[in-house]
């Protein structure tokens, strides 16, 4: 059984920083895209950041140079820094394993989900 286990959210000052954690059990994602999604009350689900199969990475224009994707194949894990929070920043964040080697803007691109992990940025 394949699982997308986030950890790592919680409460945060804005301008201060979190890491969150997304552990991959069951199959390994080694060749296939990740990306980090979020969800804000009332909002759809956004794309945030994503890391293709050979590590090239990709983020959405609201966290450019402020949130950094990375993976540890060997882990199998996923890992979403997050600087110089804001409170615009605060939602569910879904880590998701892509259906090809390559990460998309598109939620229907992935596979699998995580259950999600609350982050909430207070001003």
Not at 22 to 47: D, L, N, V
Not at 64 to 84: E, P
Not at 92 to 98: L, N, R
């Amino acid at each position: 059984q394949v699982q997308l286990v986030e950890s790592g959210g919680g409460l945060v000052q804005a301008g201060g920083s979190l890491s969150v954690s997304c552990a991959a059990s069951g199959r390994t994602f080694r060749g296939y895209g990740m990306a980090w999604f979020r969800q804000a009350p009332g909002k759809e689900r956004e794309f945030v950041a994503g890391i293709n199969w050979s590590s090239v990475t990709y983020y959405a224009e609201s966290v450019k140079g402020r949130f950094t994707i990375s993976r540890d194949t060997a882990k199998n894990t996923v890992y979403l820094q997050m600087n110089s929070l804001k409170s615009e920043d605060t939602g569910v964040y879904y880590c998701a394993a892509s259906r090809t080697q390559f990460a998309t803007r598109i939620p229907s691109g992935y596979a699998y989900w995580g259950q999600g992990t609350q982050v909430f940025v207070s001003s």
